[in-house]
């Protein structure tokens, strides 16, 4: 449930504040007025596109069976995993000049009077992060088997949402005291982790299924400590940990060979995106002198 809530919350904060920056620019300019029906037309949809996308995952996963099951669990996990550290690099490459962005489309349409721009900037925002966290809930969908799983994920769901709603307007009035900064650095260092916990299952997955007739050496099949008598990752708190960050009670070598193999791809990856940024800052700024 604290997974459910803590993404739901994250992906909410951030398509409300591309919604935000919309909404705030169109109410400031009285011929921009007509744009707000595309600006709730776009919400709409954006928020139909993560509704087809929750379907149509949960069709292929009751119509695939036994091996095929499987393989689609353990790749939708791992693309999920892998899709987080790709929204993190966004956010990090992006964050800065995302409000200029959308302001300047905003100009464009207003122009042109026509709105169609705000329509599917509207859609993007909203099925990018409806989409997004459909895909970091993966896992938690796996596990509605009956009524009562369902009242509870949608009620987590309702939570995260309306802490989102709280959360977003307390950082717009308290701009001063609350930095954004610190707000998505805090959470994308938390999605980091989710993504280490959804990768961990998926490899959990693997070899319990697809790699369970495989002869692996026996030390990956090893407990390597037992802190269950302290901490039990089938406790609320534990599990809580164990979903949000990837925490064992009981690890095996499998369990910790998979996160760190996780932590040095994303590493890796971060180190790259850092080395190359200050020749895009650089570039940014020759291209804003000449104009």
Known sequence: MGQIIFV?????????????????????????????????????????????????????????????????????????????????????????????????????????????????????????????????????????????????????????LALAMILFFLLQIGGKYISWKWFFRVTETMLLFLGSALFLTAAGKLLGGPLAATDLPAWLYSTVWDVSGVLSDSSVFGGLLASLFAYRSQPIGWDLVMVAIYWVLVLLVLRWQLRGRPERIQRLETATETH
Not at 80 to 89: R, W
Not at 115 to 131: H, T
Not at 145 to 158: I, K, L, P, R, T
């Open 8 to 160: 739901v919350c994250r992906e909410s904060v951030e398509a409300l504040l591309v919604i935000g920056i919309l909404y705030a620019w169109m109410n400031g300019r009285p011929d921009a007025r007509q744009g707000k029906i595309w600006l709730l037309a776009g919400i709409l949809g954006g928020f139909a596109l993560a509704g087809l996308l929750t379907l149509t995952l949960i069709g292929v996963t009751d119509i695939l069976g036994g091996a095929g099951r499987d393989w689609f669990e353990i790749g939708m996990l791992t693309f999920a995993s892998a899709l987080i550290v790709q929204m993190v690099m966004w956010m990090r490459a992006h964050g800065r000049t995302m409000k200029k962005d959308l302001e300047s489309g905003l100009e464009e349409s207003a122009k042109s009077s026509n709105w169609w721009g705000v329509f599917f900037l509207a859609m993007i925002a909203v099925g990018r992060e409806g989409s997004e966290t459909v895909m970091f809930l993966y896992g938690s969908l796996l596990q509605l088997d009956s009524f009562g799983s369902y009242v509870d994920f949608f009620v987590a769901a309702a939570i995260g």
